[in-house]
Nanobody, 120 residues
């Protein structure tokens, strides 16, 4: 099992910045993708950004140029730097980790979520 603990959410004014952190513990061997998803009230959970163990990143179009995802493999930690925040970024942000093995068996792990609220 993998446990994910998030931190760094909060309330910020539009145009401000926040930095989310997620630490993975437990059976972290073979985690090959980590990242963040978010879920706003009344909406489905959506991908924000992911990063592979090799450092390749992927971003949702709406956050490109504003959010930066980085990873410290030695500490099993990912950081989401969020700049130029907008009210529409308001959501619960969930850390995600994925293990995919050679036989394509895939396991998904989720954090408990951290609230990000951007006021206008």
């Amino acid at each position: 099992q993998v446990q994910l603990v998030e931190s760094g959410g909060g309330l910020v004014q539009a145009g401000g910045s926040l930095r989310l952190s997620c630490v993975a513990s437990g059976d972290t061997f073979s985690i090959n993708v980590m990242g963040w998803y978010r879920q706003a009230p009344g909406k489905q959970r959506e991908l924000v950004s992911t990063i592979t163990s090799g450092g390749s990143t992927n971003y949702q179009d709406s956050v490109k140029g504003r959010f930066t995802l980085s990873r410290d493999n030695a500490k099993n930690t990912v950081f989401l730097q969020m700049n130029s925040l907008k009210p529409e970024d308001t959501a619960v942000y969930y850390c995600h980790a994925q293990k995919t093995f050679a036989d394509r068996t895939t396991y998904h792990f989720w954090g408990q979520g951290t609230q990000v609220t951007v006021s206008s």
